[in-house]
């Protein structure tokens, strides 16, 4: 039976052949949409030696797979991965289409957007039906949140990042229909992607530390972010920033926490000389328990945390990290 609307779509990402958490996360948002659209969820997934891989996206809840399985798609090339979602797209017309915000999916999607002529919305933060099934895309902004809607042009486009959305529950006995993608011969290969080389990341993963000390704006300059670089070393912690901090330079946007950054569910939070903006905040949405250090007492970062310190973190911070390490050392005594 046809579908009456298109179906939702998720653009998989793949690195060295692994499927990437973001793209599960949201096949599985995607089911939760299509259900009530009463329509059916299609991922497509570019890469090279991906069999194995593709029951679990049937497994997530994705009905039907288009797979480019050839070694040209092993890495992220623009010109052919952009046509080619272009070309099924205009094929099958998808209602809505998501896509990871990770370095790929961000270059990608406003490409496969252009070509489409449909609006896109980056680092949503939630996608919901309307009433009218209309998807609402969920953004922080002007102090709140609002939501941006595409009525009218096809699909409704998003990115979204890793953890915006919980791992589906899998259901191995789910399956579903892989349909194989030729490579169309008279792409361009203007650009091309040979090698990938990875930097290795420095200390503790942001998104799986236990500890995350968050250091913004209040820092001051590059002594005042050493203090706090300190405290998150002397705590095991990872460290994170708000974008200002990465704007002055005192540490890479890798470490940027919040809607355009890295989402972060830790034990115990500690947000350092930052005011508690919405950008900021949604990043930690997860966080168990949170403590803020601010001079002002009345930035809004102190409606939002467990424990609130009211002091000039460049003075409070380096007793504190006196404490710590006192008490760090008792503990190994004792
Ligand atoms: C589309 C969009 C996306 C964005 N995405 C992100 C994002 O992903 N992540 C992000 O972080 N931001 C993001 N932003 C920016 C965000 O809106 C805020 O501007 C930013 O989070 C504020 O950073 P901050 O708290 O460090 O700086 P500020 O808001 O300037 O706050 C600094 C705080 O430090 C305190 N302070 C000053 N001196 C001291 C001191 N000596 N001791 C203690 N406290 C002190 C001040 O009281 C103040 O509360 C985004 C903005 C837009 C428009």
Redesign the pocket.
Known sequence: MENQLGPVWVIAEQIDCRILPVSFQLVGQARILADRLKTSVETVLLGDQMDAQIHQLFAAGADRVYLGNAPELTYYQPEIYTEMIVRLAKAHRPEIMLIGSTSVGTELAPLVAARLHTGLTA?CIDLVLDDKKILEQKIP?YGGMISIICPEKRPQMATIASGVFPQPDLDENRTGEIVPLEIPAEIPHRIQTLEIVREEPDGIPLESAPIVVAG???A?DPE?WKIIADLSETLNAALG?????VDEGWIELES??????KMVSPELYIG??????L??MV?IAGAKVMVA????AK?P?FEQVDYGIV????EFVPVLIEKIKEYQEKLVTC
């Open positions: 680092h902004a913004g704006a209040g001051g005042g920033s708000t974008r200002p901090a940027m926490i919040g809607q355009s950054g350092v000389g930052l005011s508690g903006e950008q900021h990043g250090i601010n001079n002002d930035a970062i002091d000039d973190c460049r």
